[in-house]
């Protein structure tokens, strides 16, 4: 007899991967458990179990149980702790040392597991012994983590899938009725073509200037998953939209492989790509552009159409959306020459404030028309002037993104003392970094991208997200300056309001 019914005994179990959700192994180790206290003479008090659950150096995964496990030890509840495996409770000599500690304050006597073995926490031997056990956890686990890394290593070098979720746009994991992988061949690497299409739409808008915010409403409102079968979030769109593996490793490969990227390095992967790396670049441009404003001097915000077009004609500064609520209730949205930026220094004169949608209604109109003018040809061929710069920049940013890639795997090799490598990575990353920031102005949004042909702007204005207004007003739109009013307001469109005070400066 090693327990008596008199022992407060807890049991723990612990499984880093439960592929099937089910649990099974946890509910084994806990009957498993409960036998071998029973065998034993003694009675179980408490039961813990922490599913899918990794205990590695590299997990930051919590373990639920695991803490209430340590608050019942705290609160005297615990006497022994029963587990069918010392790997189950421990892999980490630190959290084991804290164990220790424990011991001599609370109730907690020892560790037992399911094959016998017992580490007394009471005595300097028992002490040693469960230091060597997660001490040869430890080991193992460091052992297996190695193999794991050379092994994914290697596919990646052979351009295979080499771990994680599945990708979208490539086939998921088909499954017989018994659980077994049918596509094993195919997985992650067969293309899905409705999930291409929606893809490359995404990819078409993003260059064409719409937020991904927009983007991520749209697929959402149209019921169109996420590669995990959820919605669709700015930050996971993003994340998926600015993956290498869907970029085309050499545009002159006939068959349009795409990157296997493996710490930090790019191989020729086994699936085929989809964008050229100047679109991909293009698209990293504009969520750059997007996160940045500040860099600029640009503000980015969205719930009016003119912010970033509109200024004061008394002061020059940038006017900027805003609102109030009137005596009768109702909200005016206005843009106005605010004194103060948000941070209280100074900005603008504050003397010009304008009721939004009329102007709105003004610049819009001003657009539609100048849009069925012959003036669209000129539009069109200023946009294809920047196209040559576009195309020089991008050819550099391929180069020197190579050129990283080059130092990164010289360094693997053992080509590159460590301070150099430092300087040149820094140094290369500057360029690249350099070479987006001049890369960003130049991605007004193209007019062939914008405007599809046959179709009239003014069809699709109504429903277009407020990004594409704003990009389509920017091909024509300068700038709008909004003057003193001389106090000749007139009715226009239902609303009170002076025409002669509102200056539309055009691009041509």
């Known amino acids: 007899m090693i327990f008596t019914d008199s022992l407060l005994i807890a049991l723990y179990a612990r499984l880093s991967k439960d592929r099937s959700g089910l649990s099974e192994n946890v509910g084994i180790q806990i009957a498993e458990g409960d036998d071998f206290v029973e065998e034993n003479g003694g009675m179980v008090a408490l039961r813990f179990k922490d599913n899918d659950i990794s205990i590695s150096k590299f997990s930051k995964k919590p373990r639920p149980d695991y803490d209430r496990l340590i608050a019942a030890i705290e609160g005297g509840k615990v006497e022994i702790i029963v587990a069918t495996e010392m790997t189950r409770l421990y892999r980490r000599l630190d959290e084991l040392l804290g164990l220790i500690k424990m011991a001599e304050t609370t109730r907690l006597r020892g560790i037992w597991t399911t094959d016998g073995v017992g580490y007394d926490l009471s005595t300097p031997e028992g002490i040693h012994a469960a230091i060597a056990a997660v001490n040869n956890a430890m080991l193992e686990s460091a052992k297996i983590s190695k193999r794991t890394r050379r092994k994914q290593g290697a596919r990646a070098k052979n351009g295979k899938h080499h771990g ?9 994991p088909i499954k017989d009725e018994h659980g077994n992988l049918l596509n094993k061949a195919t997985l992650n690497t067969a293309l899905v073509d409705h999930e291409v299409a929606v893809f490359e739409s995404n990819v078409d808008k993003l260059v064409a200037g719409e937020r991904a915010t927009w983007i991520v409403r749209d697929l ?21 939209m600015t993956k290498k593996r869907y970029v085309i490793f050499d545009d002159e490969d006939p068959e ?11 191989f020729r992967a086994e699936w085929k790509g989809i964008i050229s790396r100047a679109t991909h670049a293009q698209m990293v441009a504009q969520f750059q552009k997007r996160a940045r404003p500040w860099a600029r001097d640009e503000t980015l915000g969205r719930g009016y159409l003119l912010t970033g077009l509109i200024e004061c004609g008394v002061c020059g500064v940038g006017a900027s959306g805003g609102g109030r609520y009137l005596k009768s209730g109702v909200f005016q949205r206005r843009y106005g020459c605010h004194p103060t930026y948000n941070a209280g220094t100074p900005k603008g004169c504050g003397h010009i404030y304008r009721g939004a949608d009329p102007i709105d209604a003004l610049v819009t109109e001003f657009v539609l028309q100048r849009l069925d003018t012959p003036e669209i040809g000129r539009l069109l061929a200023d946009s294809n002037d920047n196209q040559e710069l576009i195309d020089k920049l991008l050819k550099e940013l391929t ?33 690249i970094e350099d070479l987006n920031d001049k890369l960003s102005p130049l991605y007004d ?43 000749a307001v007139q009715h226009w469109r239902g609303w009170r309001f002076e025409l002669d005070s509102v200056e539309l400066v055009a691009r041509c």
Request: proline fraction near 5%.
């Open 164 to 172: 994680g979720v599945r990708s979208y746009c490539y086939e998921p």
């Open 220 to 240: 959402n409102s149209r019921g169109i998953p996420a590669a995990a079968g959820g919605d669709w979030t700015a930050s996971n769109f993003q994340r998926l």
């Open 256 to 266: 349009k492989r795409g990157i296997c990227e493996y710490n930090g390095v790019e």
């Open 399 to 431: 180069h020197m993104q190579a050129h990283r890639q080059n130092l990164v795997r010289e360094y693997g090799l053992g080509e590159h003392e460590k301070a150099d490598y430092t300087t040149m990575l820094a140094s290369a990353d500057q360029a």
């Open 445 to 487: 949004p193209q007019v062939s991208a914008l405007l599809p042909s046959g179709q009239p702007v003014r069809e699709l204005w109504e429903n277009a997200s407020l990004d594409w207004q704003r990009s389509v007003v920017k091909l024509v739109v300068k700038k709008v300056v909004i003057h003193p009013c001389s106090g």
